[in-house]
T-cell receptor
């Protein structure tokens, strides 16, 4: 079975500061990794995904994530955040056969 | 516009009164799924469907039913709702396996008293 751990439930950060949201996964087989974002009162939308190839993945809105197989991590980063990045971020993993297994979410709060 | 729609968006009901939450997508997607979102637990999959007439249990299927008679629709049925099913529910669809981007509906907030 696969599982996902998001280590921080909340991350406060000032506008224009860098941010890293941490995600670790567990699986006995190869995995595919995703980050989704949920803005207030909305459904989720895909930020980026890692299927294969380069371990550094770039997504929308200036976010990127790095797949680290030895550390079973897929941390999300942005060099400079904006107020509009305030949202909840979910890391998710799939083995390709079923649906995604989501982490518990990290609430990013960008302060002016 | 490509979208996943859910109805109703908000629902308050009483224990034991059967209800259905509808989900429809206009993207001709084969894969559809239902999730529930609870604080601190993230999203947990209830049921999913790989195609018409093909459904399977997710991680938390107890107390729920689904059907997939048409490709575009995937209703979620609560035969006898209980307070522990109070939650925010999301329907999602994708082109195929979950490797493809999943498109989420706007959510249905259900309260069972």
């Amino acid at each position: 079975a696969q599982s996902v751990t998001q280590l921080d439930s909340q991350v406060p950060v000032f506008e224009e500061a860098p941010v890293e949201l941490r995600c670790n996964y567990s699986s006995s087989v190869s995995v595919y990794l995703f980050w989704y974002v949920q803005y207030p009162n909305q459904g989720l939308q895909l930020l980026l995904k890692y299927l294969s190839g380069s371990t550094l993945v770039k997504g929308i809105n200036g976010f990127e994530a790095e797949f680290n197989k030895s550390q079973t991590s897929f941390h999300l980063r942005k060099p400079s955040v904006h107020i509009s990045d305030t949202a909840e971020y979910f890391c998710a993993v799939s083995t390709g056969r079923r649906a995604l297994t989501f982490g518990s979410g990290t609430r990013l709060q960008v302060q002016p | 516009e490509a979208q996943v729609t859910q109805n109703p968006r908000y629902l308050i009901t009483v224990t034991g009164k059967k209800l259905t939450v509808t989900c429809s997508q206009n993207m001709n997607h084969e894969y559809m799924s239902w999730y529930r979102q609870d604080p601190g637990l993230g999203l947990r999959q209830i049921y999913y469907s790989m195609n018409v007439e093909v459904t399977d249990k997710g991680d938390v299927p107890e107390g729920y039913k689904v059907s997939r008679k048409e490709k575009r629709n995937f209703p979620l049925i609560l035969e006898s709702p209980s307070p522990n099913q109070t939650s925010l529910y999301f329907c999602a669809s994708s082109r195929g396996q979950p490797l493809y981007e999943q498109y989420f509906g706007p959510g249905t907030r259900l309260t069972v008293t």
